[in-house]
């Protein structure tokens, strides 16, 4: 319900403006070329068709099926059990997918930030939304799909990571996040 004045007219809530540090320690995602990033999500349809539908309780291939997820993925990196990482940029919260680039950096394991959103990879994959991928280590079943993403993979950096010296006041942006009260 709406504050209301003296007169008992609905007042207008006040706009504050309040200032926000940027974090010197975000990343900053590398984007694919057009045509690679084309081929790659071919690639992952092509590999992937049906993979939903011919599920079986038990298959034989239990220890080189992919990871799904981000959760399953970062437990993934973490354990050592990925040779590459598949991951959407257009994720909303960001902070999401924010510490992947840092864990694979740190892993060495090469990552592929994709321009699409979750639903349209997860309708690639047969799933409702997936955000992230994970392709395990000597995976003999999808071996051309590995070489191809491997070979394609951008140089991802974080810089913060490979500098020296720790981040300084001088790094820090100020951003204004508007709202109202």
């Given at each position: 319900m709406p504050k209301r004045n003296r007169r008992g007219k609905a007042r207008k809530p006040a706009v504050v403006y309040k200032n926000i540090f940027d974090s010197p320690f975000a990343v900053n995602w590398v984007s694919l070329p057009d045509a690679d990033h084309t081929i790659i999500v071919k690639s992952l349809s092509n590999v992937f068709d049906g993979y939903r539908t011919h599920k079986t309780k038990k298959d034989s291939d239990e220890e080189y099926k992919p990871v799904?997820?981000?959760?399953?993925?970062?437990?993934?990196?973490?354990?050592?059990?990925?040779?590459?990482?598949?991951?959407c940029k257009q994720v909303t919260p960001p902070i999401v997918i924010q510490h992947l680039p840092v864990l694979c950096t740190l892993a060495e394991i090469p990552i592929i930030p994709l321009n699409v959103n979750p639903y349209e990879l997860g309708t690639i994959l047969g799933?409702?939304?997936?955000?992230?991928?994970?392709f395990k280590k000597n995976d003999q079943t999808r071996e051309n799909l590995l070489s191809l993403l491997i070979e394609k993979a951008p140089d991802m950096r974080v810089n913060w990571l490979q500098s020296s010296q720790s981040p300084t006041l001088e790094d820090m942006h100020i951003t204004q996040m508007k709202y109202r009260r």
């Open positions: 799904f997820g981000v959760n399953s993925v970062t437990k993934a990196i973490e354990n050592n059990e990925l040779s590459v990482v598949v991951v799933f409702r939304s997936c955000i992230a991928i994970g």
